[in-house]
């Protein structure tokens, strides 16, 4: 399950962007977490793997950052569009990998995608997306979308997985998905060993294909 970690930065610290950078975290990946208010950084500093106060819209700022080593890098800055187009455009051309980048309207996004953002997320819509999941599927608790065919989702263990270890349920081969933790009433177990059985209430946290995630939704 290692070599699916991946090195994440998340600009902008506000509820989205923090939501973010510590579900990532949680998840296992390393994440760098950037904003220019300092009250936001302390505040996020137990739950990521690194904080920085930093101003984005500065190119020889990123390039200290050394954010083009990142395999993703998120853009969360929302009230302050300016720095957010103007992040967006230094990441491009400082050869970011994938970037993600909020957008506030839909032609705030046309002009995100022209710079170069390789995927815009509306908070406001990917939240309904996510209520969409959960009216759909009772055992859907949480859905995230982070690239096309990459999600994280939240799922209570299908009855027909109780009993088995996370080793039988075969689960990376059959649906491309790992089980990167389980809630157990109030206890997290993370990462969770193979021969760790699941049982009735648990709750699953996967992060893999898409695809997988809508075929495990289907399970009983």
Do not use: C, W
């Amino acid at each position: 399950m290692k070599n699916n970690n991946k090195q994440f930065a998340v600009i902008g610290l506000g509820r989205f962007g923090s939501s973010i950078a510590t579900t990532l975290f949680k998840l296992g990946h390393e994440v760098l977490a950037i904003d220019m208010n300092e009250e936001q950084v302390q505040k996020i500093s137990e739950t990521v793997t690194h904080v920085v106060q930093a101003d984005t819209t500065d190119e020889n700022s990123l390039k200290a950052l050394g954010i083009r080593n990142f395999d993703v890098v998120v853009v969360a800055i929302g009230e302050d569009i300016q720095s957010n187009v103007l992040t967006t455009l230094l990441l491009k051309e400082l050869g970011v990998k994938y970037i993600v980048a909020k957008a506030r309207t839909e032609l705030h996004g046309k002009m995100l995608t022209k710079i170069g953002a390789d995927r815009v997320v509306y908070p406001e819509r990917d939240m309904g997306l996510r209520v969409a999941h959960n009216l759909v599927s009772t055992n859907v608790l949480e859905y995230i979308e982070l690239s096309p065919d990459l999600s994280v989702a939240e799922i209570t263990a299908p009855k027909i997985l109780v009993g088995r270890s996370l080793a039988e349920t075969n689960l990376r081969v059959k649906y491309e998905l790992n089980v990167v933790a389980i809630k157990r009433n109030e206890a997290l177990i993370v990462p969770p060993p193979s021969d760790e059985k699941i049982r009735t209430g648990d709750i699953l946290i996967l992060i893999g294909q898409s695809k997988g995630i809508q075929k495990m939704e289907e399970l009983e």
